[in-house]
């Protein structure tokens, strides 16, 4: 059973930058798509980026963090690295993961079997 340990998140002013980390333990990511997710305040948990199938390593964004954030991965941790921070992107930040999940589900809260922790990420305007 794989557990995701978040880390990083805080605050900062807008424009300023972040990195999380999520780091799986007792099972490898190998195989596994891994996603970052966000959920602000009285908002649905939402997509934020993943990447699709660990040893193929393809990454994808949602249209609201492309060309900010950068999602990279290296031994068991995959980053979550946050530029030109804005304050709508204040929200609780969550990795996922999932070993059976198909690309058409890619954006799926539902899709993910596994969660981390949740990290608290805040701007300031």
């Known amino acids: 059973q794989v557990q995701l340990v978040q880390s990083g998140g805080g605050l900062v002013q807008t424009g300023g930058s972040l990195r999380l980390s999520c780091a799986a333990s007792g099972r490898t990511f190998s195989g596994a798509t891994v996603g970052w997710f966000r959920q602000a305040p009285g908002k649905e948990r939402e997509f934020v980026g993943a990447?699709?199938?660990?040893?193929?390593?393809r990454i994808y964004y949602a249209d609201s963090v492309k060309g900010r954030f950068v999602i990279s991965k290296d031994d068991n941790t995959v980053y979550l690295q946050m530029n030109n921070l804005k304050p709508e992107d204040t929200a609780i930040y969550f990795c996922?993961?999932?070993?059976?999940?198909?690309?058409?589900?890619?954006?799926?809260?539902?899709?993910?079997?596994?969660w981390g922790q949740g990290t608290q990420v805040t701007i300031a305007s």
């Open positions: 990447i699709f199938r660990w040893n193929v390593g």
């Open positions: 996922a993961s999932d070993r059976s999940l198909i690309l058409s589900s890619l954006r799926l809260v539902s899709a993910y079997d596994h």
